[in-house]
């Protein structure tokens, strides 16, 4: 038997472990495996989101690191790996779950991912979307809805904040600031913590969650996690510095920290769109550029 047809076999038992609910991290698969995974799960009827929750599962124990991803070996500064499946960070476990849910093999995962992480899908400290509510929502409202108003019906306050892309970009020692977004004035919804125990049966497993800062003048976001089901309840899934690795909290204890915490407001959740999140649904990465340009006939 040939190596492609046993590392075939090989990520469909991976498959149908994860199905029975048995732990197969990603830290020790190859590429090769990873893509044959893809393969395997794509040929299956399952939505983008169920897709997530399964995926998602395969990081939990990985390790956290802060500066897990970068702009890979070519840049002038974030030289770290554009794809790292060894440690993770609470942005870049929520890109690379989206990314691998979208996608039917290794090279459409990787491109896809820069399509998530990147204006455009252009690599670059400049371009990449380093603010989750400033930037990298606005940049994936072709695959996300802020669904923070659907959620927290009757119950949401806004909040008014400046993105400073500039401060940012001088505080990592950037003096060029050619193509810098300019700075900006955004107002967002958010769920308060108080309330984030009675908004639980509006969330749908694959939901992604940002944590809101309470406060910060210049920042939204805190913190990125997902919205999961494990063994018949919901959890949130995150990797976060504080266990420095990547757990599931049962929704209830997690709401119960956050709401006794002075640290943040409340919370902005992002779905994956209704129209996308069909069973069997694959996203290519060319078809990206048509689904924005639709998207901005739609909603100019």
């Known amino acids: 038997m040939g190596k492609l047809a046993l590392t075939l076999l090989l990520c469909i038992a991976v498959y149908q472990y994860i199905l029975a609910g048995d732990e197969q991290q990603l830290v020790h698969m190859s590429n090769q495996q990873i893509d044959s995974l893809l393969?395997?799960?794509?040929?299956?009827?399952?939505?983008?989101?169920?897709?997530?929750?399964?995926?998602?599962?395969?990081?939990?124990?990985?390790?956290?690191?802060?500066?897990?991803?970068?702009?890979?070996?070519?840049?002038?500064?974030?030289?770290?790996?554009?794809?790292?499946?060894?440690?993770?960070?609470?942005?870049?476990?929520?890109?690379?779950?989206?990314?691998?849910?979208?996608?039917?093999?290794?090279?459409?995962?990787?491109?896809?991912?820069?399509?998530?992480?990147?204006?455009?899908?252009?690599?670059?400290?400049?371009?990449?979307?380093?603010?989750?509510?400033?930037?990298?929502?606005?940049?994936?409202?072709?695959?996300?809805?802020?669904?923070?108003?659907?959620?927290?019906?009757?119950?949401?306050?806004?909040?008014?904040?400046?993105?400073?892309?500039?401060?940012?970009?001088?505080?990592?020692?950037?003096?060029?600031?050619?193509?810098?977004?300019?700075?900006?004035?955004?107002?967002?919804?958010?769920?308060?913590?108080?309330?984030?125990?009675?908004?639980?049966?509006?969330?749908?497993?694959?939901?992604?969650?940002?944590?809101?800062?309470?406060?910060?003048?210049d920042i939204f976001s805190a913190h990125m996690w997902l919205v999961a089901e494990k063994d018949g309840k919901i959890v949130i899934r995150e990797s976060s510095s504080s266990k420095m690795t990547t757990f599931d909290t049962p929704y209830e204890e997690w709401c119960e920290k956050i709401a006794g915490s002075t640290k943040y407001i409340g919370i902005a959740v992002m779905r994956v769109r209704d129209d996308l999140n069909q069973p069997g649904k694959i996203i290519l990465p060319w078809e990206i550029t048509g689904i924005k340009g639709t998207l901005r006939l739609k909603y100019p």
Not at 42 to 63: C, Q, V
Not at 74 to 95: D, G, H, I, K, S
Not at 115 to 140: A, C
Not at 186 to 203: A, C, G, H, Q
């Open 39 to 217: 393969s395997v799960t794509a040929g299956k009827n399952m939505t983008i989101t169920e897709r997530m929750n399964m995926y998602s599962r395969l990081f939990l124990k990985m390790p956290y690191d802060l500066a897990c991803a970068g702009d890979g070996p070519y840049a002038l500064m974030e030289t770290q790996p554009l794809v790292n499946f060894r440690e993770t960070n609470c942005m870049v476990f929520c890109e690379h779950v989206l990314a691998l849910s979208i996608s039917d093999s290794w090279d459409n995962f990787f491109n896809n991912l820069q399509q998530i992480r990147y204006k455009d899908g252009m690599i670059g400290m400049r371009t990449r979307n380093h603010y989750t509510m400033g930037d990298w929502l606005p940049e994936n409202r072709w695959l996300l809805d802020d669904v923070t108003l659907r959620v927290g019906v009757n119950v949401t306050k806004q909040v008014t904040r400046t993105i400073a892309h500039s401060n940012f970009f001088k505080g990592k020692g950037i003096t060029d600031l050619r193509y810098v977004k300019p700075d900006r004035k955004m107002t967002i919804d958010y769920i308060p913590s108080e309330n984030l125990k009675e908004i639980k049966s509006k969330l749908n497993v694959g939901d992604i969650g940002s944590l809101i800062f309470a406060n910060k003048t």
